[in-house]
């Protein structure tokens, strides 16, 4: 049983930064891929991001491209997306999933872009 842990959530103001992080724990198995949806209230979740073992393949989201950046200590069980520029249609729960043997989700932590 792998247990996944998001922190990082606030409120924070448009044009604004902020930084998620994501800990995977219960396993010695490798950590092979790390990666973000998100899901805004009335929407489906949505991909933001996702990186594999040793960043041999990162993908963004259109929306975020250039502004939101991913990263992964595969050797710690960690990751971390760094969300730069933040816009309004940017607030939603934020869900990191790993893929240690098999897909493991966390249970979100919530991103509020507002005045």
């Known amino acids: 049983q792998v247990h996944v842990v998001e922190s990082g959530g606030a409120l924070v103001q448009p044009g604004g930064s902020l930084k998620l992080s994501c800990t995977a724990s219960g396993s010695r198995s490798t950590m092979d891929t790390m990666g973000w949806y998100r899901q805004a209230p009335g929407k489906e979740r949505e991909f933001v991001a996702d990186?594999?073992?040793?960043?041999?393949?990162?993908g963004y989201a259109d929306s975020v491209k250039g502004r939101f950046t991913i990263s992964m200590n595969d050797a710690e069980y960690t990751g971390d997306l760094q969300m730069d520029k933040l816009k309004p249609e940017d607030t939603a729960t934020y869900y990191c999933y790993v893929y240690i043997d098999r897909t493991w989700w966390g249970q979100g932590t919530q991103v509020t872009v507002s005045m």
């Open positions: 990186i594999t073992k040793g960043a041999e393949f990162i």
